[in-house]
């Protein structure tokens, strides 16, 4: 299952976290909203859940990076 991701550096914030959280989708988005609670002082509500929902971006990069690892080691051993 393709892995998401929300990255506190695109959502407008006063503080400039940095945070990034990935995983699956429900994962993401009940760490995100526990996330926005906590330190940036949202209300957990189902409207703002739909917010980080549509704010999620597939995760870019580490799939692919570790399978061309993987593809390099094998071709070095041959
Ligand atoms: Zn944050």
Do not use: N, W, Y
């Not at 990255?7 to 989708?25: N, Q, V």
């Not at 993401?28 to 002082?41: L, S, T």
């Amino acid at each position: 299952m393709a892995r998401k991701m929300v990255d506190c550096r695109d959502m407008p914030s006063e503080m400039g976290c940095t945070l990034t959280i990935a995983g699956e989708e429900d994962e993401v988005v009940r760490a995100a909203v526990m996330h926005a609670v906590d330190v940036h002082g949202h209300s957990d509500t189902p409207e703002f859940r739909d917010q980080i929902r549509g704010s999620l971006k597939e995760e870019e990069g580490s799939e692919r990076q570790g399978r061309g690892a993987r593809q390099e080691e094998g071709t070095a051993r041959q």
